[in-house]
């Protein structure tokens, strides 16, 4: 028996879910600090308030959405049986595996960039992403400096079509791709967050990196730049695409944004949230 099903038969789901995270929380760290300690940025360290504070958004982004989101989804799933001709979910269900997992994917990729997308552009779904945006040091657990809010309207755009489609959902023949979605999104999120120095040449148009990604969060230049997470091809298509050989020079936002988890919880709730995204540079010239 391993360890984790002599945990799992002693512990509830909830703290089980802990665990979980913790196992995870210790193999990111052994993975990234020592990569960003060698091949990242030199910065002032970060206070203990704000790592606490990130560390709390990393469980709670993890386990809060889930549950939030499953009542919703169902009730999507449901809709999709009804509204949909039959011919378009039996068509997806004959698709062999492969091919509905790599359908899922790109689906779940095109919705979540457009929710990213008006996280920006709308002016109070950025005051939730602009908790997000706050982080002044990329690396790798600003990934999941994420309201919940935030969480749950951006995994609603990536989730939705699928759970319409029936790619998604109880007893669907497809439903392996949100869970693919969402693994190969977090996991990949890490990364590209991350405080790496690196470039990867000719594969930068295939997939996102840290240098595509740090643009976006930069503080003056292109914060509405580059909103996929895997797929910069998207933002080709869509004309948001920038990744110049340097880096940004400084990364967050103009607002302030308070420290603690708390205060980051209620921050959009306040009457003077965080203001809008500045426009890029580049196109206010224009």
Avoid at 13 to 40: I, M
């Amino acid at each position: 028996m391993s360890l984790l099903q002599s945990i799992q038969q002693h512990l509830p789901g909830l703290a089980v879910d802990v665990v979980r995270l913790s196992l995870w929380l210790v193999l990111l760290t052994l993975l990234f600090v020592p990569l960003e300690r060698f091949f990242g940025q030199r910065h002032a360290g970060r206070s203990k308030a704000e790592l606490f504070s990130d560390l709390g958004f990393y469980f709670l982004s993890s386990l809060l959405p889930a549950i939030l989101l499953a009542m919703p989804l169902a009730l999507i799933a449901v809709a999709g049986q009804r509204l949909l001709p039959d011919a378009i979910p039996a068509t997806l269900a004959d698709l062999p595996l492969w091919a509905k997992l790599l359908l899922g994917l790109l689906i779940g990729e095109v919705g979540t960039y457009w929710g990213h997308r008006l996280s920006h552009e709308i002016a109070w779904l950025w005051r939730f992403h602009a908790v997000h945006h706050s982080t002044e040091h990329l690396y790798f657990l600003a990934n999941t400096r994420t309201h919940p809010v935030d969480m749950i309207v951006t995994r609603l755009f990536g989730l939705t079509p699928l759970y319409l489609l029936g790619l998604a959902g109880p007893g669907a023949a497809g439903s392996a791709a949100p869970v693919l979605l969402l693994l190969v999104g977090t996991v990949w999120g890490f990364f590209i967050h991350a405080n790496l120095r690196w470039r990867f040449g000719p594969l930068e148009w295939l997939v996102a990196t840290p240098a595509f990604h740090h643009w976006h969060h930069s503080k003056y230049d292109h914060i509405n730049r580059n909103y996929a997470s895997t797929l910069p091809v998207l933002d080709r298509l869509f004309g948001t695409h920038h990744l110049p050989r340097e880096w940004p020079s400084a990364c967050g936002i103009e607002a302030t944004m308070p420290i603690s988890l708390a205060g980051q919880l209620l921050a959009p709730w306040r009457p003077a949230p965080a203001t809008a995204p500045p426009a890029n540079k580049a196109e206010s010239a224009n």
